[in-house]
């Protein structure tokens, strides 16, 4: 099975905070799926997820700091990458 690629996830609370935050994460890897749950959302993505603060401030239209993320943020799954322009989780490299 050398050829499985684990998903990645992150998981926001539901509310307005977190939806131009979900909408920039699924615009930006279309191979994304989310699951919307009570009170949550879970996004699940093949092997890597990237989040972009670009996106993020075309979806708000205001500038916006990654560390944000960290308020409704629930839980994620994959190594982290981060700088002020981009949060990366993938499995490898």
């Given at each position: 099975?050398?050829?499985?690629?684990?998903?990645?996830?992150?998981?926001?609370?539901?509310?307005?905070?977190?939806?131009?935050?979900?909408?920039?994460?699924?615009?930006?890897n279309p191979q994304a799926?989310?699951?919307?749950?009570?009170?949550?959302?879970?996004?699940d993505a093949p092997g890597?997820?990237?989040?972009?603060?670009?996106?993020?401030?075309?979806?708000?239209?205001?500038?916006?700091d990654l560390q944000q993320?960290?308020?409704?943020?629930?839980?994620?799954?994959?190594?982290?990458?981060?700088?002020?322009?981009?949060?990366?989780?993938?499995?490898?490299?």
């Amino acid at each position: 099975m050398s050829d499985h690629v684990s998903n990645v996830f992150i998981a926001f609370q539901a509310n307005e905070e977190s939806r131009p935050v979900v909408e920039a994460i699924l615009q930006d890897n279309p191979q994304a799926q989310a699951v919307y749950s009570p009170g949550l959302v879970k996004i699940d993505a093949p092997g890597q997820l990237v989040v972009r603060r670009s996106t993020i401030e075309e979806q708000t239209g205001q500038r916006y700091d990654l560390q944000q993320l960290q308020v409704n943020l629930v839980t994620l799954s994959g190594n982290i990458d981060e700088d002020d322009d981009a949060f990366t989780l993938s499995w490898g490299r």
